[in-house]
Nanobody, 124 residues
Framework: QVQLVESGGGLVQAGESLKLSCAAS????????RGWFRQAPGKVREFVAGINWSGSNTGYADSVKGRFTISRDNAKNTVYLQMNSLKPGDTAVYYCAAQRARGWRYESSAYDYWGQGTQVTVSS
């Protein structure tokens, strides 16, 4: 069974940093685009960041641009989300996703595999 497993969530204060990781269970995922999404209570799931299969192209939501960085290590079959200068508005469950394509997309419907999510809570 294909799995994406997130880790690294937690409770931090505003202004602090967290780094999320998402490990894939199948070697084929090193050729897939990957993304991070988040969902706050009562809100729809929203795009956070995307990265192409090689790591040469990335994209971000305007709300996190300049604060978050997505990266990947294909040798470890893992994608990361470095989150700096966290704000209470970043509080959400963060999900990693993978799509059977080389380039990332903004739309959650484009992604074929999802992790179980990890909670990020930012206190003021």
């Amino acid at each position: 069974q294909v799995q994406l497993v997130e880790s690294g969530g937690g409770l931090v204060q505003a202004g602090e940093s967290l780094k999320l990781s998402c490990a894939a269970s199948e070697p084929t995922f090193i050729s897939y685009a990957r993304g991070w999404f988040r969902q706050a209570p009562g809100k729809v799931r929203e795009f956070v960041a995307g990265i192409n299969w090689s790591g040469s192209n990335t994209g971000y939501a305007d709300s996190v641009k300049g604060r978050f960085t997505i990266s990947r290590d294909n040798a470890k079959n893992t994608v990361y989300l470095q989150m700096n200068s966290l704000k209470p508005g970043d509080t959400a469950v963060y999900y990693c996703a993978a799509q059977r394509a080389r380039g990332w997309r903004y739309e959650s419907s484009a992604y074929d595999y999802w992790g179980q999510g990890t909670q990020v809570t930012v206190s003021s």
